[in-house]
């Protein structure tokens, strides 16, 4: 991935908050698969695979009822297909993808699919963040720090932090990053007295989302970051602890926030939504603090 793809972040994390039909149901006889998240200046890469009998995959890709790309390509001898189609022309939201598996001389498909995305428009496209938590284990009631390095410049930044396995944080940090871009912030696992109605912690997994710019602002506003690590929170009784060895508490490169499976629980779900920054991240964030 380069730069910008990398902070793709839905290149596989859950977007389910987002796009409700990001998992495809394949029909007979097809398959498709495409990134979630997909900015428009990028070409927009497709594969899969065709029913015995296909000779040629025809690829259409649609947004808001307006076709943006169409393509024909021969299948492989495995009667795969891969196709890379210019969607320039699209807007920042939610488009399909859509394959027909066709034999020549014919007009009925022998199999179809279709598969939901994101498309990023412009310069809305998020950069990557790299973020540090530690301790990597920490206590109910205790203190983790929150490291990241946003563009320097940025003059707002929002630290969010939740149970992995939860839809919502139980805890909101604001921040106001060095010149150079660099943060530090501090955060209590303990209920966020100013997100009423919201989540306590619990023991299990945690995940950090960290925010570079104003989730507020409107669309087109400028390039914005986004960050994630996870940790561990260990009951009340029990002491903070190192971090196993070989283990670590930052994230930030491009592997580990598309990892797949699953660790993309609702609150990872929740990061890859903010990733869509100028397209719906204030919507999200108000969400995160009811009331």
């Known amino acids: 991935m380069t730069t910008r793809r990398g902070v793709v972040v839905a290149g ?25 998240v997909v900015a428009a200046a990028d070409p927009l890469v497709v594969s899969g695979t065709c029913a015995a009998g296909s000779q040629t995959a025809v690829v259409t890709v649609r947004q808001e009822g307006d076709t943006l790309a169409s393509a024909s390509v021969d299948l492989r001898a495995d009667l795969s297909y891969r196709a890379a189609l210019d969607i320039s022309k699209a807007a920042s939201g939610e488009a399909v993808a859509e394959v027909a598996c066709m034999a020549y001389g014919t007009a009925t498909p ?148 598309a990892t797949t499976g699953s660790d993309a629980a609702p609150m990872t779900a929740l990061a890859a939504g903010l990733v869509l920054a100028g397209a719906g991240a204030h919507t999200l964030r108000r969400r995160l603090t009811r009331g």
């Open 110 to 257: 022998l199999g179809t699919d279709s598969a939901a995305f994101y498309a990023v428009a412009g310069d809305q496209m998020p950069y990557e963040v790299p973020v540090r938590v530690t301790p990597s284990r920490v206590a109910l009631g205790g203190t983790i720090t929150v490291s990241a390095q946003c563009r320097p410049g940025t003059v707002d930044a929002t630290v969010l932090v939740g149970n992995t396995a939860a839809d919502e944080a139980f805890a909101e940090a604001p921040a106001n990053p060095a010149p150079d871009g660099s943060l530090t912030v501090q955060v209590v696992m303990a209920k966020d007295p100013d997100n009423r109605g919201g989540l306590a912690p619990v023991a299990g997994g945690g995940t950090v989302v960290v925010f570079c710019g104003d989730m507020d602002a409107e669309e087109g506003a400028g390039p914005v970051g986004i960050g994630l690590a996870r940790f561990t929170i260990t009951p009340a009784a029990v002491v903070q602890g190192a971090a196993p060895s070989g283990a670590s508490g930052s994230s930030g490169s491009a592997q580990e926030l």
């Open 12 to 36: 596989g994390l859950a977007l389910g908050v987002m796009v409700a039909a990001a998992a495809p149901a394949h029909a007979a006889g097809a398959t498709l698969v495409v990134d979630q």
